[in-house]
């Protein structure tokens, strides 16, 4: 876990702290359009189960629903460009899936991050991880739902590649997004839920390879 300043606590996953909250207008709305979420009993994928890439298959949808059918594609094509962008370090790129401001949950809670604050601490966070043994992200599975006409619930998963002096190991991280829709279809993270402290997880595993 890389710590800048006293400011932020970042991990490769998206692990943020930011000690200037600030909350734009579409974001206040989030804790009512999650609450009309049905409960999931489909337990988070364990680490360590490799899962193969794919998507939401066509049978599993509705006939008839193409606009649905659309969405998910486009959901599916905005996290492969963020799996580009983050493996080019493209810092601009990154920042183009982001809203302004927007909501980052993970194990020590939730608070707002500015966009302008997160893109700052991208190359050194990167760095961090990568000293760490962290030296390739890539998408695994995307599940995208959507919540009303302006925003799509997704469950994604990140497969990482960890490497020390005993070998390599693959990792997951799983996280979950809301994102808004805007002008010509297009796609910004308002709301990211990461279900794992990846930082304690790389940790773990150079202790037991030790």
Known sequence: MLQE????????AGNFNASRPSVS?????????LRRLPPTSTPLPRYGATPKP???????RTLGHKSEEQMDQRV???????ERANSSSD???????????????????????KKEDFLKVIPKMKAHFSSMGLSETQLQTVEANPLDSKYVLAKVAWGMNFRNSSGSKHL????TYVLVRGHG?????????????LAS????????QQ
């Open 172 to 175: 997951e991280a799983f996280a």
């Open 25 to 33: 207008k579409h974001l206040r709305i989030l804790p009512r359009i």
């Open 76 to 82: 599916k094509e905005f996290f492969l460009l963020y």
């Open 185 to 197: 279809d297009s796609l910004s993270i308002v709301f990211q839920i990461d279900h794992q402290d």
């Open 91 to 113: 810092v601009s790129a990154i920042g183009g899936l982001y809203a302004d401001t927007f909501m980052f949950g993970g194990p020590n809670g939730v608070q707002a991050v």
């Open 5 to 12: 300043g006293s400011n932020y606590v970042v991990d490769i």
């Open 54 to 60: 794919k998507f939401k298959k066509d049978g599993d």
């Open 201 to 208: 997880v790389i940790k773990e595993q150079q202790n037991t």
